[in-house]
């Protein structure tokens, strides 16, 4: 038998490291050729980590949330024949990170979590060790069932508190007691083994005042939950940190009425036929806003353009790729729909449908998750009746959609029920003055209200 190292492959061009995000394996699993092992995350795009060959997992060299370079050891197998690792030994770059105590990780012992790596301890965080048996530093289980017992340790385990949220321990005659007294024992700290209640739990509850003895059902919470900030989750919270201290935000709402253009929606949605063998895709309101940014850019190109604000220049971009931000199991990411001004309205809505589809699967690829010059932002239903979009950083511009409502609206003579909805837009005010702002969303206002403009060159 030989032991295997598995190097973090290079996951991207230009990328020197990445995130481990997900195990799915654990140490003692046995595992087969191209079975995923693990997943990492670079500037939003998830690659899966295969392993090249069958064996055991004897170790694993990373956390979840921890930044890995790229060709470090992430895993190393036990296999049949003599493996990479010459004579059995462990890389210098994987011994350099471990610690002398962590052999009990490298022995085989099994995180409870596959979602963790080993502990330097040996035992990896809420592993079990059978009773009777005291783990040691090499690894191995001492059975000790025929030692004295260590009366000082064991009392220190029975007095441990019981978990968050389990059921309080106590005799028939504690809970009638407290019963009686109107306590509710979810808020008495038993001092018993496993944090067993009591009766001197119960008289030193009740000396300390009475108006904690309450059986009304409600109990304090005072749990705190550390979560760590990983994955997609962190980068977005770089990304918006970025884009907030960076860029003096500017943002400005307009009212439009999309009355015109739903019933124009409605009818395009309803023709079935095919175009070039193909069948359209249904159309929501997101092909007809793209097709009236790329005519508003037309006149206005500055807003479809990067900021390199450290550079001190704007790089004003000819072909226009609009971001649609969309909302996933895992967070909130920004695939491209590339050349926007190269197609039309059935085809932006194909598009949108297939990248909304990749995203939302977690399939979509780096390049389709990059490469933006301006955003969309839409909380579809929930869109509330304004927002104030964060710039996608280092782009110029976000319109931002809001939720469409059916709303009274004076025609000169009558109150008239139409179908309103309001655009939120943000734009950098170090590139975009506040005119030039409410020039673009104006242009775009009357292309959706009058949508037949929309499809006349």
Not at 90 to 103: H, L, M, Q
Not at 307 to 314: R, S, T
Not at 392 to 406: R, Y
Request: overall charge negative; hydrophobic content about 40%.
């Amino acid at each position: 038998m030989g032991e295997h190292i598995i190097k973090l492959p290079d996951v991207g061009e230009g990328v020197a490291e990445a995130e481990l995000v997900e195990w799915h394996v654990k140490v003692g699993d046995i595992v087969r050729e191209d079975m995923m092992l693990a997943a990492v995350m670079t500037d939003k795009a998830t690659v899966e980590i295969p392993s090249p060959v069958d064996g055991e997992i004897l170790w694993l060299g990373a956390e979840i949330g921890d930044t890995v370079a790229i060709g470090s050891p992430i895993v190393r197998l036990k296999v049949a024949g003599e493996g990479n690792a010459v004579g059995g030994a462990i890389p210098a770059e994987v011994t350099a990170e471990s610690t002398p105590d962590d052999t009990g990780a490298r022995s085989g012992l099994e995180p409870s979590s596959p979602n963790l790596a080993p502990s330097s301890s040996g035992l990896s965080r809420g592993s079990a060790v059978p009773h009777g048996y005291d783990a040691t530093s090499s690894g191995r289980s001492v059975d000790r069932r025929d030692k004295p017992e260590d009366d000082g340790a064991r009392s220190k385990v029975n007095s441990a508190p019981r978990a968050q949220g389990e059921r309080p321990l106590a005799s028939p005659a504690v809970r009638l007691r407290a019963k009686e007294a109107g306590i509710d024992l979810r808020q008495v700290q038993g001092s018993g083994p496993a944090g067993r209640i009591g009766h001197e739990d119960i008289e030193a509850f009740l000396a300390r005042g009475p108006h904690m003895a309450k059986a009304s059902g409600l109990a304090r919470n005072d749990a705190v939950e550390d979560i760590k900030v990983v994955g997609l989750r962190r980068k977005i919270a770089e990304k918006m940190t970025l884009a907030t201290s960076r860029i003096p935000h500017i943002t400005y709402v307009e009212e439009i009425d999309v009355t015109a253009l739903e019933d124009l929606r409605a009818a395009l949605n309803k023709e079935k036929r095919a175009a070039k063998g193909v069948e359209r895709p249904k159309l929501t309101l997101l092909p007809f806003l793209m097709r009236a940014m790329v005519r508003a850019i037309a006149d206005q190109p500055n807003l479809n353009a990067l900021f390199d604000d450290e550079a001190g220049i704007i790089h004003q971009h000819g072909g226009i790729h609009i971001g649609i931000a969309a909302q996933t199991p895992s967070g909130l990411v920004v695939p491209v729909v590339k050349h926007a001004e190269a197609l039309d309205i059935w085809e932006c809505g194909a598009e949108v449908a297939r990248l909304a589809e990749a995203a939302k699967s977690g399939t979509a690829t780096r390049d389709e998750l990059s490469g933006s010059t301006i955003t969309i932002t839409s909380l579809g239903a929930m869109g509330g009746v304004a927002t104030t979009p964060v710039i996608n950083h280092p782009e110029v511009a976000i319109l931002g959609v809001n939720k469409m409502m059916v709303r009274p609206v004076w025609d000169g003579t009558q109150f008239i029920p139409r179908k309103m909805m309001n655009l939120s837009s943000s734009f950098d005010h170090r590139v975009i003055d506040g005119w030039d702002a409410a020039v673009f969303i104006q242009r775009i206002k009357t292309l959706l209200e009058t949508p037949a403009l929309i499809f006349v060159d």
